[in-house]
Nanobody, 115 residues
Framework: QVQLVESGGGLVQAGGSLRLSCAAS????????MGWYRQAPGKQRELVAT???????YYADSVKGRFTISRDNTKNTMYLQMSSLKPEDTAVYYC?????????WGQGTQVTVSS
């Protein structure tokens, strides 16, 4: 069982920045697939950024150039640096990882961008 805890969400003005953190209960050293999703009110959950197999990183077109995903294996923590935030980035952000073919999710952290 893996526990994921997100933090760093909040209210920010358009153009501002936030850094989300996702702390895992165990080692993420061997985890290949882990990333961030978001879900806005009335919309489906969508992929924002992810580490994928083979060491690749994927970003949704809507966040390319503004968001950066990173990880610190020594701290078992993944990050999402968000810059130039827009009102349409408002959503609950979830971190997720896959271990032994099982996907785990955090509880989510709210990001609200005011115009």
């Amino acid at each position: 069982q893996v526990q994921l805890v997100e933090s760093g969400g909040g209210l920010v003005q358009a153009g501002g920045s936030l850094r989300l953190s996702c702390a895992a209960s165990g080692s993420i050293f061997s985890i290949n697939v882990m990333g961030w999703y978001r879900q806005a009110p009335g919309k489906q959950r969508e992929l924002v950024a992810t580490f994928a197999s083979g060491g690749t990183i994927y970003y949704a077109d809507s966040v390319k150039g503004r968001f950066t995903i990173s990880r610190d294996n020594t701290k078992n923590t993944m990050y999402l640096q968000m810059s130039s935030l827009k009102p349409e980035d408002t959503a609950v952000y979830y971190c997720t990882l896959v271990r032994s073919m099982v996907r785990y999710w955090g509880q989510g952290t709210q990001v609200t961008v005011s115009s």
